[in-house]
C-alpha cells in the first residue's frame, strides 16, 4: 500500500518536473503567432484597471478573487494586488464582487470604475472562536476526511466547460528569461467521476531570452495540467486521500473568513518517522458546508536526495539539481451552493551546480492557471485539438507582435518586472531585425 501510494505521489510530481539539458539556442528575431482564432461573436468590451488593497495598511492583496455578480467571469489580482477586469457591455449595470480570505467581502458598481487607477479596498475580518466544535467532533483529521468526502453533494458535478487563462514564467536568480501565456479552453468533468479534464488550446504567446539561460534551459514539463493537478477534490491521489491521511499529522490553527462566512483553517504535515518527501501546508474549510475553499502547501524537500529523484527526469552528467522549493495554491469559487476550481499557481526553485564553477545558478519556474469564465456543457462532443498532459507551453507558442492579442479574454495582470522584461526582450527584437 505505501508503494502504490509513493507511485500516485510521484505521478504527480512528473507532471510538475523539471528537463535540464545542454544544447545551443538561435533566438529568431522573426518569429510567429501560432494559436487558433474561436468562431465567437464580436462584442463591445470594457477594460477597467487597478489594485485591491488592504483598508488599514494599504498594502496590496495578492490573489483575491475579481468576479461579476450573476455571471461566471472574472479575474484573479496578481502578486503586486494588480488586476484587469474585461466587462462585456451588456453587464455594465452589474456588480462586481471581491473576495480573499481573511478579508471582508467588497462590491462595487461597474459603472463607478474608472479605465485605470482603480483603487478597491477590502476590510480585515475578525473572526472570534474560542473553542473549535465541529458537528462535536474536535479532531482535525476526522474534518479533511469529512470534506474529502463531501464532492458529491457540494462541488459542481456538471460537466463545465471554462475559459482559463495560463501564464508561464522563468527566472534566472531574480531577472526574468522566459514568459508563456496562453488562453484555454478546460473541459471540467464533474467531481463525482474518475474522468480526467481535458484541456485544448485557444491561443498562446512567448517571449524568451535564451542569453539569461545561457546554454542551460529549463521546461516546465505538464504545463497547464500541473496547475489542474492542484485541485486536490478531483485529484486527491496527487496528493493525499482517505487512504493516506495517517502519513500526516493534522491541527487546527486560528479561524478566518471568506465572504462574511467563517473558514476553519488546518495545519497538517508529514509525520517524523515518514522519510518520504511529502507536503506540508494549510487548508481552509468552509464551516458551513465543509468544503475545500483554499489549500496552501509545500512539499519537504528537506532530503535533496529524493527530492531530486522526483523533479529532475534529464541533466547533464556535470550538472547537479534539486529544488530548494515546490509551493502550491489552489483556490475554489461557490456559486448556486457549489464550489468550482478557480485558480491554480506552482513556484518551483532549482538550484543548479556545474561541476569545476565556482558560483551556482538559480532558477525559479512559475505557473498559474485562473479560470475565468464557464458554462455547464451538454455537449457530447468537443471542438479543437486536445492538449497532452505532458505537453510544454513553450513548445506551443511564440512571439507578441499581435497587439489585439487577447481580444475580449480576461487575463491576470502581469507583475512589474515581468512587463519589463517584455519590454526589454522586444526592444532585443527590434535591434536584432534592424
Known sequence: MKKIRAIKCIKFLLNTSVFLFFSVFYLNAKSTNLFQEPNQVIQKINEYKGIVLDSNSKEPLAYADINISGTNIGTVS?????????????????????????????????????????????????????????????????????????????????????????????????????????????????????????VILLKSRKNTDYSKLDTLALKLQGGPFSTLYTDMIKYPEYIFDRNNLSNYTFTFDESTQLNN????VVNFKQKINNNEPLYYGKLYIDSQTLALTSAIYNLNVTNRTLASEMFVKKKPSKVKA????????????????KWYYGYGKIELTFKVNWKHKLFNNVYTLNCEMAITDWEIDDKTTQSGEKLKPNVILTDKASGFSDPEFWGEYNIIEPEKSIEAAIKKINKQLEKRET
Not at 261 to 264: A, D, E, G, I, S
Not at 327 to 337: E, F, H, K, L
Request: net charge positive.
Open 78 to 198: 496578481n502578486n503586486e494586488g494588480e488586476f484587469l477586469l474585461k466587462v462585456p457591455s451588456d453587464y455594465l449595470n452589474k456588480t462586481i464582487m471581491i473576495s480573499l480570505l481573511g478579508y471582508a467581502k467588497g462590491e462595487i458598481l461597474v459603472a463607478s470604475l474608472k479605465d485605470h487607477n482603480n483603487k478597491i479596498l477590502l476590510d480585515p475580518s475578525i473572526t472570534q472562536l474560542s473553542d473549535v466544535n465541529i458537528y462535536g467532533v474536535k479532531n482535525a483529521e476526522a474534518l479533511v476526511s469529512t470534506t474529502l468526502d463531501r464532492k458529491n453533494k457540494f462541488y459542481d458535478n456538471d460537466r463545465t466547460k471554462m475559459t482559463a487563462f495560463y501564464r508561464e514564467t522563468i527566472k534566472k536568480r531574480n531577472k526574468n528569461a522566459s514568459l508563456s501565456e496562453a488562453v484555454l479552453t478546460v473541459y471540467k468533468q464533474p467531481y463525482i467521476n474518475f474522468k480526467s479534464d481535458d
Open 261 to 264: 462566512r467563517l473558514v476553519y
Open 322 to 337: 534539486y529544488p530548494t522549493v515546490a509551493s502550491y495554491r489552489v483556490d475554489y469559487r461557490t456559486r448556486n451552493g
